[in-house]
Antibody, heavy 123, light 107 residues
C-alpha cells in the first residue's frame, strides 16, 4: 500500500524559511517522479514543483521559482521541499504526491496524495 | 500557461441523477488531462487519467471523455459519497495546471 506522510509545516514569519518532508513507503521510491501540490485555504489546487526519480531533473511553478527547492533522498525514501523567502501568499496545505509515471517525460498525473501539511506565513 | 476553465461552478443534483462536468482548455492538451475528486478535509483522489482511463479502484459510474480542448467527466448515477469538488488538470505543457473546480452538491 502506497503511503505518503508529510511533516514540517507550521507558522513562519514573512521572509522566513521552512523545510517540508514526505516519507514514502509501499513502492519503489526511486522509480517515480514526485511532486508538491498546494492548496490555499478555501481555494483550488496549484502544482508547485516536480523532481525526477533520480533527482537529476526538477521543475518549478513561476510563483516559487528561485525561492523553493525540491530534492529527494532515495536511500531514505524521502522527498523534501525547502521553502525560503516565504510570503503570505505561500500559506497553504502542501501535499506530497506520487506520479503515475516513472520517467519525467510521462509524468504529471498525481496518482497518490499524502494527507497534507499546513504552512502558515504570518507575522 | 494553459488555463483550464471548469463549468458549471456548482452543480445541484439528487442521488441517482446523472452529473456532467465540463473542462475547457485554452489550447490543446491532446489527451493529457486528469480528473480528481476532493471531499472536505481530505486530499484529492485521482479518478481519471489521460482523459478517459479510470484510476485503480474507481467505480465504473465515473467516466471521462474528450480530447484537444474540450473534456467531460460523467457520473452516471450519483451516490451519496460522490458529492464533492472535482478538478481537472493538464500535463501537456509546463506549468501543469488545474481548473478552478466544480462543486457537486446535494439538491
Amino acid at each position: 500500500e502506497v503511503q505518503l506522510l508529510e511533516s514540517g509545516g507550521g507558522l513562519v514569519q514573512p521572509g522566513g524559511s521552512l523545510r517540508l518532508s514526505c516519507a514514502a513507503s509501499g513502492f519503489t521510491f526511486s522509480s517515480y517522479a514526485m511532486s508538491w501540490v498546494r492548496q490555499a485555504p478555501g481555494k483550488g489546487l496549484e502544482w508547485v514543483s516536480v523532481i525526477s526519480g533520480s533527482g537529476g531533473s526538477t521543475y518549478y511553478a513561476d510563483s516559487v521559482k528561485g525561492r523553493f527547492t525540491i530534492s529527494r533522498d532515495n536511500s531514505k525514501n524521502t522527498l523534501y521541499l525547502q521553502m525560503n523567502s516565504l510570503r503570505a501568499e505561500d500559506t497553504a496545505v502542501y501535499y506530497c504526491t506520487k506520479d503515475q509515471g516513472g520517467v519525467l517525460a510521462a509524468a504529471g498525473t498525481f496518482a497518490y496524495w499524502g494527507q497534507g501539511t499546513l504552512v502558515t506565513v504570518s507575522s | 500557461e494553459i488555463v483550464l476553465t471548469q463549468s458549471p461552478a456548482t452543480l445541484s443534483l439528487s442521488p441517482g441523477e446523472r452529473a456532467t462536468l465540463s473542462c475547457r482548455a485554452s489550447q490543446s492538451v491532446s489527451n493529457y488531462l486528469a480528473w480528481y475528486q476532493q471531499k472536505p478535509g481530505q486530499a484529492p483522489r485521482l479518478l481519471i487519467y489521460d482523459a478517459s482511463n479510470r484510476a485503480t479502484g474507481i467505480p465504473a459510474r465515473f467516466s471521462g471523455s474528450g480530447s484537444g480542448t474540450d473534456f467531460t467527466l460523467t457520473i452516471s448515477s450519483l451516490e451519496p459519497e460522490d458529492f464533492a469538488v472535482y478538478y481537472c488538470q493538464q500535463r501537456r505543457n509546463w506549468p501543469w495546471t488545474f481548473g478552478q473546480g466544480t462543486k457537486v452538491e446535494i439538491k
